[in-house]
Structure formats: C-alpha cells, structure tokens
C-alpha cells in the first residue's frame, strides 16, 4: 500500500514538473 503511494506520488510530481517545463517553454 505506502509503495503503491510512492508511486503516485512521485507520478504526480513528475507530472508537475513537466507542467512547470511547458509552462516555461510557453513564456519564452
């Protein structure tokens, strides 16, 4: 159960970071 956690936590967070990425590339 806490490693199916982890996984979606650390899914969300790299979805997270790949908004912030296109976030970026969308200023620039």
């Not at 806490?2 to 200023?27: C, P, R, T």
Request: glycine share 8%; hydrophobic share 45%.
């Amino acid at each position: 159960l806490v490693l199916g956690y982890n996984v979606v936590a650390d899914s969300y967070l790299l979805f997270g970071e790949i908004q912030h990425y296109l976030m970026q590339k969308d200023l620039y």
